[in-house]
């Protein structure tokens, strides 16, 4: 989803950061062997979670939803030496996939990943994070929410991506349209929260950068 025209979009991207080979690669093979590529964070949306990271330089990251591996390896290059990241996802058809590109970048041995639903696995987590990005399904996003807050040391931050949700967030409100509904309720979380300083920032979909107190 983009917020601005084409041709303004375009010299965003190209006066951006280079998206690193590695994942221009990752990209292709995800349009060609992948349903939902639009999934993506892709090389501008990419880049913003690269420079975050490298600004919070986190010793622990969690991902919720990692679909082909993307992200996180977007999220991996401001990782402390000593650092990891954990990403949680619950299709077992990707898991070798995102290993494989995982393994091919400077931050495999750091990336540590775990199958099955995340509101399962985040309890068994017994860590505290530097910096958490939320992009699993829309419809737990408070839950998530719930789950990682006292989990986020302070001065942490949580991403959470699509939450413009294609402009849905100011259309009027299907009754079934339970997703919308969601994250309406969840950007007023995050906004009212008084634990957190929080902006929601018009990139791609929509990403919410909010700080621990």
Known sequence: ???????????????????????????????????????????????????????IQPKTVLEI?????????????????????????????????????????????????????ALEIIPTLDLSFDLIFIDADKENYINYFHQIINKLHPGGVILSDNVLWSGKVIEPLKADDISTKILLEYNTVLKEDHRLDTVLLPIRDGLTVSIKK
């Open 65 to 117: 939803g990692t679909y082909t591996g993307y992200s996180a390896l977007c999220l991996a290059e401001g990782l402390q030496k000593d650092g990891q990241l954990h990403t949680i996802d619950i299709n077992e058809e990707l898991v070798d996939f995102q290993r494989r590109y995982f393994d091919a970048s400077d931050y495999g041995a750091q990336i540590v990943q775990h199958l099955g639903s």
């Open 1 to 55: 989803m983009h917020f601005i025209s084409d041709n303004l979009d375009q010299y965003v991207v190209q006066h951006s950061e280079e998206e690193p080979e590695l994942l221009k690669a990752l990209t292709r093979e995800t349009y060609q062997k992948v349903l939902q590529p639009r999934m993506l964070s892709g090389h501008y949306q990419g880049r913003v979670l690269s420079l975050i990271s490298k600004l």
